[in-house]
């Protein structure tokens, strides 16, 4: 398992391949607010500066809605990686 095949099919918009990766962190036990954090950095860090603030917006819309318990944590950590691709 690579903790950094996320963020590298993200920065490369490969969304099945930061999708299935996600799903493998999860499976494995990984905590939704970790992988949050993670994929925080590859938005502040890793996208070009078109794509920050749309990343930024995203990432905040799913900290909420992780907090206020707004869905499945799976499921809306995967909307957040769809969008951090561009797709």
């Known amino acids: 398992h690579d903790d950094w ?3 590298r099919a ?4 490969a969304a099945d391949v930061a999708l299935r ?3 493998l962190a999860l499976d494995a036990g990984a905590p939704p607010q970790m992988l949050l954090g993670q ?3 590859v938005a502040r860090s890793r ?3 078109a794509r920050v603030r749309g ?3 995203a990432l905040f819309r799913t900290d909420l809605d992780l907090k206020r ?3 499945e ?8 990686v769809v969008e951090l691709c561009g797709s």
């Open 21 to 23: 990766e996600l799903a």
């Open 5 to 7: 095949a996320r963020p």
């Open 39 to 41: 994929l925080a950095w």
């Open 10 to 13: 993200i920065e490369r918009g």
């Open 55 to 57: 990343a930024i917006d």
């Open 69 to 71: 318990s707004a869905g």
């Open 73 to 80: 944590p799976r499921v809306l950590l995967e909307r957040l």
């Open 47 to 49: 996208l070009a500066a």
